[in-house]
């Protein structure tokens, strides 16, 4: 991280790790905000413009990366879910990208994280999946209509990344059990956020100033064979009984 890169670390919880992102910003350098919003609230997103701005004076780049909601099958979802799940994803998305506009000069980078969960049936992620394919869409969408301004606006596919998650799947992972997912993985090995965040810095970079409106998997080349999913999608479902 460059020392011109200061940074806005937001959280919802956990601000012991919000601080720990900021400190190792301020290590590199810059200087770094910490700000609490809650996603679904666009008032506190308001607030949490205003101050970065206040702070910084401009904002150059956006990255979303949020995603929230029931891991259940659809067909047993409730309104609810889908409600909770498209306000985190998709509607904080849009509402922030309005508020950082007025305020991001050309030049400037918008990336959102999706997933493998928008193009494949993931277990119990169907409604994730569908917000973050929605996700994908807007991303089209705003790098026509940002093309002028020269702000750039990009995607991320993650494959599957070693987080807390994953790494729980692994213990509740019975002994000599085989693990469908890695073994479809043609690069051998689950990514690491490092990798994820390094394609991240370069759809920011100058480097990547004629990148726009585009889409990157960044997933070991899980979804050039296909990946594992129908498998544990049936596997999944039978448990459940459905």
């Known amino acids: 991280m460059a020392k011109d890169h200061d940074v806005v670390v937001h959280y919802r919880r956990r601000p012991e790790e919000a601080e720990a992102a900021a400190t190792i910003a301020r290590t590199c350098g810059a200087q770094a905000l910490v700000c609490r919003a809650e996603l679904e609230n666009p008032a506190e997103l308001e607030e949490m413009i ?4 206040a702070t910084f004076g401009r904002i150059d780049t956006f990255v979303a990366n949020a995603a929230a909601g029931a891991f259940l099958p659809v067909v047993v979802s409730k309104p609810h879910h889908v409600e ?9 998305f849009t509402d922030l990208v309005r ?3 007025p305020h991001m000069p050309a030049g400037g980078r918008i990336v959102a994280v999706s997933g493998l969960d928008s193009r494949y049936a993931v277990v119990n992620h169907g409604l994730i999946g569908a917000a973050k394919a929605a ?25 599957s990344v070693m987080t807390e998650s994953l790494e729980y799947a692994h213990r509740t992972r019975l002994d000599g059990e ?8 043609p690069l051998g090995r689950y990514a690491q956020p490092e990798d994820i965040a390094a394609v991240i810095v370069f759809l920011c970079s100058t480097a990547a100033s004629y990148v726009s409106g585009t889409s990157v998997a960044v997933d070991g080349g899980l979804s050039a064979g296909g990946g594992p ?11 459940q009984g459905l």
């Open 50 to 53: 205003t101050a970065a701005v």
């Open 84 to 92: 909770r799940t498209l306000r985190t994803i998709v509607n904080s």
């Open 99 to 101: 508020l950082v506009l």
């Open 135 to 159: 996700l994908e869409s807007l991303v089209r969408n705003l790098a026509v209509e940002l093309g002028e301004r020269q702000i750039t606006v990009n995607s991320v596919v993650p494959g």
């Open 178 to 185: 085989s693990d469908p997912l890695l073994d479809s993985i």
């Open 229 to 239: 999913w129908a498998v544990l999608q049936r596997k999944a479902l039978q448990q």
